[in-house]
């Protein structure tokens, strides 16, 4: 069955849901959680979680309210359009994209850093440095043929990546069901020492981490026209997703805190492994990591389907150039939004591993920026036009849609300078570089075309 933009609309409930959460846990519960823990200890990195994942779930209500109500391709680009207009919308959307991107590349960095720790032998083709950090040749190019190889399923048909999707998560989650039931086998509180690194400032420091860690639920707007689920449902699924994302997230911090000592976190590259081995043996060790690597392909998949959602949306409205809307005559994707998504994400692992925070730092103030706007647009469409049909209907009304204003903007000056979490200027490089980059398209594409429709009237 095809949408009225040309897609396939064949995605069901289980599809869906493993997109959501597939996106959301992906490699930085493997990754991560000893940087957040390092940052807030133990109960101060859980407090930081749940506050930044209530303010998620907050938003989330929203977002599963404008996606029941407006179930097409691009998700944010149309509810900011409707309700603020080309300019906000031009702006969210591209700052979603530029999330879906850094993920993306994350992922493309991650993938050949977690090999290393299977196979040895890996990385001894050295090309150069970047910022300290090596950059081999065979390491690269695993990243890179793995975003090309999803790339490829991905045009193909999105049942086809929801399928392997679905079946990757389930690894996960058996790996992650593993990991907590470590607790009670090996589990003890006194390891949770400290409980608090740097007090209030620690928990900030935390929190600016997470909001990468939460992004993913967004892939359901993006794709909302190719789930064949009942608006309401797809609200429903949306905010289910982040509840469990949010569990998840908490239930995996408490048990690296308990397993390992903090020495024990500090001096292990992967934290999470070395719980599970602690807990299960070596083997337990391994089953985790590669449960891990299976987290990158779900997250990278998802963000390559949300990304390309949300470009050829844009490309729809005269926004982006006009090659990136076309759909592929026999799978029903956009195969050139596809295509532009999996080079960048070809590309990223040529910045060596120290591009991993940058990734994740500039993606969560990114996010922040697409989440502020989202907010406004759910407050103005609630005030214009107040008898919409609204399948899933957020309680909190207006208010709500303040809360969501006032945290996604509190979050973001976090990485402003000054504040606990700071972009450090590649960081910064990155995210202005890539709104540099949207200017030109909206300068040269959108504007001539707002201007001749005004001219027009």
């Given at each position: ?9 064949s995605?069901?409930?289980?599809d869906?849901m493993?997109?959501a ?16 823990l390092?940052?807030?200890g133990?109960v101060?990195?859980m407090i ?28 944010e ?5 409707r309700?603020?207009?080309g300019?906000?919308?031009f702006?969210c959307t ?11 590349a ?20 050295p ?9 081999f040749l ?6 890179a ?10 045009i ?15 690894i996960?989650?058996?790996a992650?069901?593993?990991l ?7 589990g003890e509180?006194?390891n ?7 007090g ?6 935390a929190?600016?981490?997470?909001p ?10 993006q794709?909302a ?7 309401k449902?797809?609200?429903v ?7 469990f994302?949010?569990?998840w997230?908490?239930l ?8 390992l ?9 992967f934290a ?9 043996g ?6 985790l ?12 998949n998802?963000f390559i ?6 470009i ?6 005269g926004?982006l150039?006009?090659f990136?809307a076309r759909?592929?005559?026999?799978y029903k ?12 994400g ?16 500039g ?9 502020l ?8 469409l609630r ?14 009304g207006?208010?709500?849609?303040w ?11 976090l ?5 606990p ?25 959108y504007?001539?075309i ?8």
């Amino acid at each position: 069955m095809s949408t009225e933009h040309g897609l396939s609309r064949s995605l069901k409930w289980l599809d869906t849901m493993a997109l959501a959460f597939g996106a959301m846990v992906g490699w930085a519960w493997v990754a991560l959680i000893n940087d957040i823990l390092a940052r807030g200890g133990s109960v101060g990195s859980m407090i930081g979680t749940a506050i930044v994942g209530l303010v998620i779930l907050a938003i989330g209500f929203i977002y599963a309210e404008l996606t029941a109500a407006m179930p097409k391709v691009g998700g944010e680009h149309v509810y900011t359009k409707r309700a603020l207009g080309g300019s906000a919308s031009f702006i969210c959307t591209w700052a979603i994209i530029f999330v879906y991107v850094a993920v993306c590349a994350f992922e493309a960095v991650a993938l050949p850093s977690v090999l290393d720790n299977l196979f040895p032998a890996l990385g001894n083709i050295p090309l150069y440095q970047i910022n300290g950090s090596d950059v081999f040749l065979d390491m690269a190019l695993i990243g890179a043929v793995t975003s090309l190889l999803l790339t490829w399923i991905n045009i193909r048909g999105v049942k086809l990546a929801a399928f392997i999707q679905t079946v990757v998560v389930g690894i996960i989650l058996i790996a992650g069901a593993m990991l907590i039931l470590g607790i009670g086998i090996k589990g003890e509180t006194i390891n949770m020492e400290p409980l608090f690194v740097g007090g209030v400032g620690g928990v900030f420091t935390a929190m600016a981490m997470v909001p990468f860690l939460m992004t993913g639920f967004d892939v359901i707007p993006q794709a909302a026209e190719e789930i064949n689920l009942p608006p309401k449902k797809i609200g429903v699924l949306l905010v289910a997703s982040i509840v469990f994302a949010i569990s998840w997230y908490i239930l995996i911090e408490l048990a690296v805190a308990m397993l390992l000592t903090a020495e024990e976190r500090s001096a292990s590259s992967f934290a999470t492994m070395a719980a599970a081995e602690v807990a299960f043996g070596r083997n337990g060790g391994v089953f985790l990591l590669l449960a891990g690597i299976a987290g990158i392909l779900t997250s990278w998949n998802s963000f390559i389907i949300g990304g390309s959602r949300a470009i050829f949306a844009m490309a729809k409205d005269g926004m982006l150039p006009a090659f990136l809307a076309r759909v592929h005559p026999r799978y029903k994707t956009p195969y050139n939004a596809i295509l532009f998504i999996g080079i960048l994400g070809a590309l990223a692992p040529f910045l060596g591993r120290k591009a991993l925070v940058w990734f994740v730092d500039g993606g969560s103030f990114s996010l922040m920026i697409a989440y502020l706007l989202v907010c406004l647009s759910f407050i103005v469409l609630r005030k214009k036009e107040p008898e919409m049909p609204r399948p899933f209907k957020a309680k909190g009304g207006v208010a709500l849609g303040w809360f969501g204003v006032i945290s996604s903007l509190a979050i973001a000056l976090l990485y402003f300078p000054g504040f606990p979490a700071a972009l450090v200027w590649q960081e910064w490089i990155m995210v202005l570089g890539w709104f540099a980059l949207g200017s030109v398209s909206y300068f040269t594409i959108y504007r001539p075309i707002v201007k001749r429709k005004i001219l027009q009237t």
